[in-house]
Protein backbone atom coordinates (compact mmCIF):
# COMPACT_ATOMS: atom_id res chain seq x y z
CA UNK A 1 0.00 0.00 0.00
CA UNK A 2 2.89 2.55 0.50
CA UNK A 3 6.13 2.46 -1.21
CA UNK A 4 9.79 4.61 -0.12
CA UNK A 5 11.38 4.46 -2.65
CA UNK A 6 14.94 5.57 -2.68
CA UNK A 7 14.30 8.83 -0.95
CA UNK A 8 16.86 11.21 0.20
CA UNK A 9 15.92 13.94 2.83
CA UNK A 10 17.18 16.11 5.47
CA UNK A 11 17.12 19.14 7.19
CA UNK A 12 18.86 22.18 4.66
CA UNK A 13 22.48 21.41 4.48
CA UNK A 14 21.85 18.44 7.15
CA UNK A 15 21.11 14.88 5.07
CA UNK A 16 19.45 12.48 7.43
CA UNK A 17 18.41 9.96 4.44
CA UNK A 18 20.08 8.05 2.31
CA UNK A 19 18.55 6.16 -0.40
CA UNK A 20 15.91 4.49 1.66
CA UNK A 21 13.64 1.82 0.22
CA UNK A 22 10.44 0.71 2.72
CA UNK A 23 7.33 -0.69 2.30
CA UNK A 24 4.02 -1.69 4.04
CA UNK A 25 1.60 -4.21 2.40
CA UNK A 26 -1.92 -4.40 3.09
CA UNK A 27 -2.51 -6.43 6.44
CA UNK A 28 1.33 -5.94 7.68
CA UNK A 29 2.77 -5.27 10.63
CA UNK A 30 6.40 -3.64 10.02
CA UNK A 31 8.90 -2.09 12.06
CA UNK A 32 11.57 -0.16 11.80
CA UNK A 33 14.17 -0.31 14.43
CA UNK A 34 17.33 2.32 14.65
CA UNK A 35 19.12 3.79 17.23
CA UNK A 36 18.80 7.32 18.45
CA UNK A 37 19.23 10.01 15.77
CA UNK A 38 19.17 7.26 12.83
CA UNK A 39 16.66 8.79 11.35
CA UNK A 40 13.60 6.92 11.89
CA UNK A 41 11.00 9.66 12.95
CA UNK A 42 12.57 12.20 9.51
CA UNK A 43 11.70 8.67 7.83
CA UNK A 44 7.92 9.65 9.22
CA UNK A 45 8.05 12.96 8.78
CA UNK A 46 9.07 12.23 5.05
CA UNK A 47 6.22 9.66 4.92
CA UNK A 48 3.52 12.16 6.47
CA UNK A 49 4.57 14.95 3.70
CA UNK A 50 6.36 16.79 6.62
CA UNK A 51 9.66 17.84 5.25
CA UNK A 52 10.36 17.62 1.31
CA UNK A 53 12.42 15.30 -0.79
CA UNK A 54 15.89 15.89 -2.36
CA UNK A 55 15.13 12.96 -4.71
CA UNK A 56 13.44 9.72 -4.24
CA UNK A 57 9.74 9.10 -4.04
CA UNK A 58 6.81 7.79 -1.82
CA UNK A 59 3.63 5.77 -3.30
CA UNK A 60 0.57 5.15 -2.08
CA UNK A 61 -1.38 2.73 -3.44
CA UNK A 62 0.69 2.87 -6.57
CA UNK A 63 0.15 6.39 -6.94
CA UNK A 64 3.00 9.06 -6.41
CA UNK A 65 1.82 11.67 -3.35
CA UNK A 66 5.55 13.35 -2.73
CA UNK A 67 3.79 16.15 -3.64
CA UNK A 68 0.46 15.58 -1.74
CA UNK A 69 0.45 18.25 1.49
CA UNK A 70 1.09 17.22 4.70
CA UNK A 71 -2.73 17.75 5.29
CA UNK A 72 -3.99 16.25 2.53
CA UNK A 73 -2.76 12.81 3.47
CA UNK A 74 -5.05 11.84 6.64
CA UNK A 75 -7.74 11.98 4.47
CA UNK A 76 -5.69 9.47 2.37
CA UNK A 77 -6.14 7.39 5.09
CA UNK A 78 -2.75 7.86 6.69
CA UNK A 79 -2.62 8.33 10.19
CA UNK A 80 1.07 9.37 11.66
CA UNK A 81 1.05 9.54 15.99
CA UNK A 82 4.10 11.51 16.73
CA UNK A 83 6.65 10.64 18.68
CA UNK A 84 6.01 12.26 22.03
CA UNK A 85 2.35 11.57 21.08
CA UNK A 86 1.03 14.89 20.87
CA UNK A 87 -2.19 15.06 23.34
CA UNK A 88 -3.44 17.95 24.61
CA UNK A 89 -3.78 17.97 27.72
CA UNK A 90 -5.67 20.66 29.01
CA UNK A 91 -9.06 19.12 26.37
CA UNK A 92 -11.22 16.47 27.99
CA UNK A 93 -10.52 13.09 26.80
CA UNK A 94 -13.41 12.96 24.49
CA UNK A 95 -12.48 16.31 23.03
CA UNK A 96 -9.13 14.88 22.22
CA UNK A 97 -10.86 11.86 20.22
CA UNK A 98 -13.14 13.69 18.82
CA UNK A 99 -10.47 16.00 17.11
CA UNK A 100 -9.03 13.08 15.59
CA UNK A 101 -12.38 12.84 13.55
CA UNK A 102 -11.34 16.03 11.44
CA UNK A 103 -11.14 14.63 7.92
CA UNK A 104 -14.28 14.95 5.38
CA UNK A 105 -15.06 11.01 5.57
CA UNK A 106 -14.46 10.72 9.21
CA UNK A 107 -16.39 13.90 10.77
CA UNK A 108 -19.53 12.34 9.62
CA UNK A 109 -19.36 8.86 11.36
CA UNK A 110 -17.64 9.90 14.66
CA UNK A 111 -20.19 9.44 17.11
CA UNK A 112 -20.08 5.80 15.95
CA UNK A 113 -16.67 5.93 15.47
CA UNK A 114 -15.91 7.22 18.94
CA UNK A 115 -18.20 3.98 20.95
CA UNK A 116 -15.49 1.60 18.27
CA UNK A 117 -12.82 3.53 20.16
CA UNK A 118 -14.20 3.41 23.61
CA UNK A 119 -14.88 -0.69 23.02
CA UNK A 120 -11.11 -1.18 22.45
CA UNK A 121 -9.90 1.28 25.17
CA UNK A 122 -12.77 0.86 28.02
CA UNK A 123 -10.38 3.14 30.01
CA UNK A 124 -10.92 6.22 28.09
CA UNK A 125 -14.39 5.73 28.20
CA UNK A 126 -14.18 6.19 31.95
CA UNK A 127 -12.06 8.75 31.77
CA UNK A 128 -13.66 10.68 28.88
CA UNK A 129 -15.03 13.82 30.83
CA UNK A 130 -11.41 14.33 32.52
CA UNK A 131 -8.58 16.28 31.31
CA UNK A 132 -6.33 14.33 29.19
CA UNK A 133 -2.99 15.77 30.85
CA UNK A 134 -4.65 13.82 34.11
CA UNK A 135 -3.93 10.43 32.25
CA UNK A 136 -1.10 8.47 32.96
CA UNK A 137 1.78 8.03 30.15
CA UNK A 138 0.44 4.43 29.31
CA UNK A 139 -3.17 6.05 29.03
CA UNK A 140 -2.03 8.75 26.90
CA UNK A 141 -0.35 6.64 24.69
CA UNK A 142 -3.46 4.44 24.55
CA UNK A 143 -5.33 7.80 23.60
CA UNK A 144 -2.91 8.88 20.64
CA UNK A 145 -3.66 5.62 19.51
CA UNK A 146 -7.44 6.07 20.08
CA UNK A 147 -7.43 9.32 18.38
CA UNK A 148 -5.59 8.01 15.04
CA UNK A 149 -8.03 5.15 14.46
CA UNK A 150 -10.99 8.16 15.01
CA UNK A 151 -10.30 8.94 11.40
CA UNK A 152 -10.41 4.92 10.18
CA UNK A 153 -7.22 4.75 8.83
CA UNK A 154 -5.76 2.26 6.42
CA UNK A 155 -2.19 2.54 7.65
CA UNK A 156 -1.33 3.74 11.05
CA UNK A 157 2.49 5.07 12.22
CA UNK A 158 3.14 4.30 15.38
CA UNK A 159 6.46 6.46 16.58
CA UNK A 160 8.28 4.72 19.55
CA UNK A 161 5.22 4.54 21.26
CA UNK A 162 6.45 2.22 24.22
CA UNK A 163 8.61 5.71 25.09
CA UNK A 164 9.01 6.24 28.86
CA UNK A 165 6.32 3.43 30.08
CA UNK A 166 6.82 0.66 32.61
CA UNK A 167 7.27 -3.24 30.75
CA UNK A 168 3.90 -4.00 31.58
CA UNK A 169 2.35 -1.28 30.26
CA UNK A 170 4.58 -1.53 27.10
CA UNK A 171 3.07 -5.00 27.06
CA UNK A 172 -0.47 -3.18 27.08
CA UNK A 173 0.45 -1.28 24.08
CA UNK A 174 1.70 -3.92 22.22
CA UNK A 175 -1.40 -5.87 22.50
CA UNK A 176 -3.24 -3.21 21.56
CA UNK A 177 -1.50 -3.15 18.64
CA UNK A 178 -1.82 -6.70 17.64
CA UNK A 179 -5.72 -6.33 18.01
CA UNK A 180 -5.70 -3.21 15.59
CA UNK A 181 -4.26 -5.58 12.78
CA UNK A 182 -6.59 -7.66 13.25
CA UNK A 183 -9.23 -4.99 12.26
CA UNK A 184 -7.59 -4.86 9.06
CA UNK A 185 -5.19 -2.13 9.64
CA UNK A 186 -2.05 -2.13 8.63
CA UNK A 187 1.17 -0.62 11.26
CA UNK A 188 4.56 0.70 10.58
CA UNK A 189 6.04 0.65 13.85
CA UNK A 190 9.10 3.28 14.96
CA UNK A 191 10.78 1.48 17.85
CA UNK A 192 13.92 1.24 19.60
CA UNK A 193 13.37 -2.27 21.43
CA UNK A 194 13.75 -4.48 18.56
CA UNK A 195 13.12 -7.75 20.51
CA UNK A 196 9.73 -6.37 21.39
CA UNK A 197 8.50 -4.65 18.16
CA UNK A 198 9.53 -8.15 15.70
CA UNK A 199 7.36 -9.73 18.42
CA UNK A 200 4.46 -8.11 16.93
CA UNK A 201 5.76 -7.31 13.41
CA UNK A 202 5.97 -9.54 10.39
CA UNK A 203 8.86 -8.25 8.93
CA UNK A 204 11.25 -5.44 9.66
CA UNK A 205 13.96 -3.18 8.84
CA UNK A 206 16.81 -1.97 10.72
CA UNK A 207 17.86 1.52 10.20
CA UNK A 208 21.60 3.02 10.86
CA UNK A 209 22.58 6.80 10.69
CA UNK A 210 19.88 7.19 7.50
CA UNK A 211 20.32 4.03 6.02
CA UNK A 212 18.33 0.67 5.88
CA UNK A 213 21.04 -1.71 6.87
CA UNK A 214 19.35 -5.44 6.98
CA UNK A 215 16.20 -6.14 6.09
CA UNK A 216 13.56 -9.26 6.39
CA UNK A 217 11.00 -11.32 8.38
CA UNK A 218 11.01 -10.95 12.02
CA UNK A 219 12.15 -14.72 12.06
CA UNK A 220 15.13 -13.99 9.58
CA UNK A 221 15.95 -10.95 11.34
CA UNK A 222 16.05 -12.71 15.18
CA UNK A 223 18.67 -15.44 13.04
CA UNK A 224 20.66 -12.96 11.79
CA UNK A 225 23.86 -13.27 13.67
CA UNK A 226 24.87 -9.19 13.16
CA UNK A 227 22.17 -8.81 14.56
CA UNK A 228 22.00 -11.24 17.47
CA UNK A 229 25.61 -9.56 18.22
CA UNK A 230 24.24 -5.92 18.07
CA UNK A 231 21.22 -5.55 19.60
CA UNK A 232 20.66 -9.48 21.66
CA UNK A 233 24.37 -9.39 22.68
CA UNK A 234 24.58 -13.70 21.93
N1 LIG B 1 13.65 19.58 12.84
C1 LIG B 1 14.95 19.27 12.68
N2 LIG B 1 15.84 20.20 12.24
C2 LIG B 1 17.14 19.87 12.08
N3 LIG B 1 17.67 18.66 12.32
C3 LIG B 1 16.84 17.72 12.77
C4 LIG B 1 15.44 17.96 12.98
N4 LIG B 1 14.87 16.83 13.44
C5 LIG B 1 15.86 15.90 13.51
N5 LIG B 1 17.04 16.42 13.11
C6 LIG B 1 18.32 15.71 13.01
O1 LIG B 1 18.16 14.61 12.13
C7 LIG B 1 18.82 13.46 12.60
C8 LIG B 1 17.85 12.28 12.72
O2 LIG B 1 16.86 12.61 13.68
P1 LIG B 1 15.53 11.76 13.91
O3 LIG B 1 14.69 12.52 14.86
O4 LIG B 1 14.95 11.41 12.59
O5 LIG B 1 16.12 10.45 14.58
P2 LIG B 1 15.37 9.23 15.29
O6 LIG B 1 15.91 7.99 14.68
O7 LIG B 1 13.91 9.44 15.25
O8 LIG B 1 15.91 9.33 16.78
P3 LIG B 1 15.15 9.04 18.19
O9 LIG B 1 15.17 7.56 18.37
O10 LIG B 1 16.02 9.74 19.16
O11 LIG B 1 13.77 9.61 18.09
C9 LIG B 1 19.47 13.86 13.93
O12 LIG B 1 20.81 14.15 13.67
C10 LIG B 1 18.71 15.09 14.33
O13 LIG B 1 19.53 15.96 15.08
MG1 LIG C 1 12.47 9.68 16.65
Avoid: C
Avoid at 13 to 19: C, G, I
Avoid at 135 to 143: E, I, K, N, V
Avoid at 194 to 221: C, H, M, N, P, W
Amino acid sequence: MIKIKNVNAGYGDLKVLFDVSLEVNEGEVVTLVGSNGAGKTTLLRVISGLIPLTSGEVLWYDKDITKIPAYKRPELGIAHIPQGRGILGTLTVKENLLMGAYTKSARPKRNERIEYVFDLFPILRERANLMAGTLSGGQQQMLAIARALMMEPKLLILDEPSLGLAPIIVEEVFEIIQNIRTEGVSILLIEQNLLQALSVADRGYVFETGQIVIKGSSKELLDNPDIKKAYLGI
